[in-house]
């Protein structure tokens, strides 16, 4: 039986994902935390650590872990240059799973993405728009920005440098090497992709839409579960799901 320790506890997706490992076989809870709660003081109570905190906390709780040679799981999103560089070093030396999203379903529809991208090529311009809650505070989502290096790298393209967040004003004609993101926040939206390939005459649309918070708790506790036995490396979901 695999222990699970969850951090965020109190909050939202952390109560979601409790009530997962509830209801999952194999897995079980030992231990919830919250901010402010001492992760090192409760080490021998689990296994491996599901993460979906902020960026700042994530780091600490990975430096506890490494010293402890746990597992992490890690669906935190807003991590920014230096701070990935920390995670994949990390991986050095734990074994990690790292995504932007566990849905089953997103990383379903990151496999059909490279597919429409490396077909249709470079014959299309693509937009990516997003949607989620009030309460989300990094944008684009972390999501978005995977769907869009998915596309770029299927199509050789660095997306820091074709990368275009919004439109506003009066621009010069559309590049058809760029990739625009359009973010949208509201209401309880719990999270909506769309990545629309437009070609003359015809459109090609890539959506995914949750309605429940449990698919990405799902696919956390599948991922620690999945860890089981795994050797120090930097994993996906799509290495969970073994759709890479």
């Not at 290495?239 to 890479?244: A, F, G, I, N, Q």
């Amino acid at each position: 039986m695999i222990k699970i320790a969850v951090t965020g506890a109190s909050g939202r997706m952390g109560q979601t994902i409790i009530e997962s490992i509830n209801q999952s076989d194999g897995v079980e809870l030992g231990i919830a935390l919250d901010k402010g709660d001492d992760l090192g003081a409760v080490l021998g109570r689990f296994d491996v650590l599901i993460d979906f905190t902020r960026p700042a906390a994530t780091l600490d709780y990975l430096a506890i872990c490494v010293s402890a040679n746990k597992a992490v799981v890690i669906g935190t999103t807003g991590f920014d240059d230096a701070r990935l560089a920390v995670i994949n070093n990390v991986a050095k030396q734990i074994p990690v799973v790292f995504a932007p999203n566990m849905s089953i379903g997103v990383n379903l529809s990151l496999k059909l993405l490279d597919m429409a991208a490396r077909v249709i090529g470079s014959d299309a311009d693509i937009e990516i728009v997003e949607a989620h809650h009030r309460h989300k505070v990094d944008a684009p989502s972390g999501t978005a920005l995977k769907m869009g290096e998915v596309v770029a790298n299927a199509l050789g393209r660095d997306l820091s440098k074709c990368a275009v967040y919004g439109r506003e004003g009066i621009e010069k004609p559309r590049d058809r090497e760029t990739i625009g993101f359009s973010t949208i926040r509201g209401g309880d939206v719990v999270g909506e992709h769309t990545v629309s390939f437009f070609m003359e005459g015809e459109r090609v649309e890539i959506t995914h839409k949750a309605s429940s918070r449990m698919t990405f708790a799902n696919g956390a506790v599948r991922a620690a579960n999945w860890l089981k036995g795994k050797s120090a490396g930097l994993y996906s979901m799509q290495d969970v799901l073994e759709v890479s």
